[in-house]
């Protein structure tokens, strides 16, 4: 019997080896041709760049290429949907995505985007726990555990199901591929991206900005975030929205389909945040005239208005010949400011 099953053992080794060894040679196979492929084809940048920037003209492209999460000192970057436009354009960039263990707590994936013309990649290993977060158990879920967030709420630790895994495999794997085809992108590219992105958004919103409102409600209404959520986060009625206004709340949008954050999150740091300016108020006001400043510590920005001023910062009043101008009045270029001495003088080249 001893010797019988060590015979089986022996021969699933072998086939194991087996399959390894193809499984290696297919590897070896297609990445030799992607190698040749790029070389028979090579990349131009200024291809690149012309197809890069048609895109970033159409409205509906910028509106989406852009995210902008309004959590801490928040954060904001290109979205998803920009980085795989930018990969498709720079061509000979390839995806591969690779399951490398699994068991029935949870799933470990390998995620590679390997720029076959100059032989670089990067290489990410996510693990997806068969677990999905509620705030309620509906009838009949499996709970496994129950814990609180840090806001005190109690959460259910569910079971997922083979939709939900589906689905935190897809959000890992497009924030991953996002991050590393976004390195092999270069800086100069991007910037110029991001300034033609909101020029486009700019021109849009001031076209018609009620067209763009309602387009914006109708896509956060799409991702289940209803409207009185929209006017709790502004601060104010939504029956005019400014351009800025605008350009945030199409940021936090996409934050929101991207992953990035939830609008739960959003508008719990927002009241958190709101009634510690309303305990520096109270405490400002018991202490002598003339102290306010100093016994409250200043006013804390809301979630809103730190959204709002960093947006701000970064958007610059563009002049008639392309270039922008800085709040000292000054005109400046891609490549650096004019003269102070001489504000009518030409961007340095």
């Not at 400046?332 to 030409?346: F, L, M, R, T």
Request: hydrophobic fraction near 35%; aromatic fraction near 4%; include cysteine.
């Amino acid at each position: 019997m001893a010797t019988a099953i060590s015979n089986v053992n022996d021969t699933l080794a072998e086939q194991g080896n087996s399959m390894a060894l193809v499984l290696a040679a297919q590897l070896q196979a297609e990445v030799q041709a992607q190698v040749i492929m790029a070389e028979r084809n090579p990349r131009d940048w200024d291809q690149v760049r012309e197809k890069l920037l048609k895109e970033c003209k159409r409205g509906s492209f910028a509106a989406a290429a852009r995210y902008n999460k309004p959590i801490g000192k928040g954060v904001q970057g290109f979205s998803i949907r920009f980085a795989e436009a930018a990969i498709q354009c720079a061509k000979h960039v390839h995806v591969t995505v690779r399951t490398i263990y699994e068991d029935d707590e949870q799933r470990k994936i390998q995620i590679k985007v390997f720029d076959a013309q100059e032989g670089i990649s990067y290489a990410d290993e996510v693990s997806i726990e068969k677990t999905i977060e509620r705030r309620s158990a509906p009838a009949g879920a499996d709970v496994i555990r129950t814990r609180k967030n840090k806001n005190g709420d109690q959460l259910y630790i569910l079971a997922a199901t083979e939709d939900d895994l589906l689905n935190k495999t897809n959000a890992a794997k497009s924030k991953s591929i996002r991050n590393s085809g976004l390195r092999l992108i270069p800086g100069w590219l991007q910037e110029e991206a991001h300034d033609q992105i909101k020029l486009t958004n700019k021109s849009q919103d001031e076209k018609n900005p009620d067209a763009s409102k309602q387009k914006l409600f109708d896509a956060f209404g799409e991702v289940g975030v209803d409207v009185s959520s929209i006017k709790k986060f502004l601060g104010h009625e939504a029956g005019v929205l400014t351009p800025l206004e605008l350009q945030t709340l199409r940021g936090l949008y996409q934050a929101i389909k991207d992953g990035e954050v939830t609008m739960y999150q959003v508008l719990a740091d927002l009241e958190k945040e709101r009634a510690r300016d309303r305990e520096k108020d109270a405490a400002a006001m018991k202490g002598a005239e003339g102290e306010v400043v100093g016994s409250a510590g200043g006013t804390v920005a809301s979630v809103r208005d730190k959204i709002l001023n960093r947006e701000k910062k970064n958007a610059a009043p563009t002049t008639i010949d392309g270039s922008t101008s800085s709040p000292g009045g000054s005109a400046s270029g891609n490549a650096g400011n004019a003269e102070k001495s001489d504000p009518s003088a030409n961007p340095k080249p």
